[in-house]
């Protein structure tokens, strides 16, 4: 059975810098799109970063961009979310999620996903 094991969540100030890591397993990892979302209290969960399997082609949310930098180690069959200058309005639940074809958003399609990891910014 795959498993995303999402970590590296956390308490932390406005303009602080966190990493969160998903390790996969039982996952044929380096032919999968990796992607993080995300779901704040009360609101719908939403897309935040995607990344092919080569590592070669990123994408993301226009509410992270420039402060956030997604990135794969297939060696060791983690995906990475490096979060910088981070806002009270980042705080949510961080999810990992697996699918087979890059550049996709949308919940739906993707394949397997993780229990998620608990981001809280304060201001």
């Known amino acids: 059975q795959v498993q995303l094991v999402e970590s590296g969540g956390g308490l932390v100030q406005a303009g602080d810098s966190l990493r969160l890591s998903c390790a996969a397993s039982r996952l044929s990892f380096s032919t999968y799109t990796m992607g993080w979302f995300r779901q704040a209290p009360g609101k719908e969960r939403e897309f935040v970063a995607v990344i092919s399997w080569s590592g070669g082609r990123t994408y993301y949310a226009d509410s992270v961009k420039g402060r956030f930098t997604i990135s794969r180690d297939n060696a060791k069959n983690t995906v990475y979310l490096q979060m910088n200058s981070l806002k009270p309005e980042d705080t949510a639940v961080y999810y990992c999620?697996?699918?087979?074809?890059?550049?996709?958003?949308?919940?739906?399609?993707?394949?397997?996903w993780g229990q998620g990891t608990q981001v809280t910014v304060s201001s």
């Open positions: 999620a697996a699918d087979r074809f890059y550049g996709r958003v949308e919940i739906f399609q993707y394949e397997y």
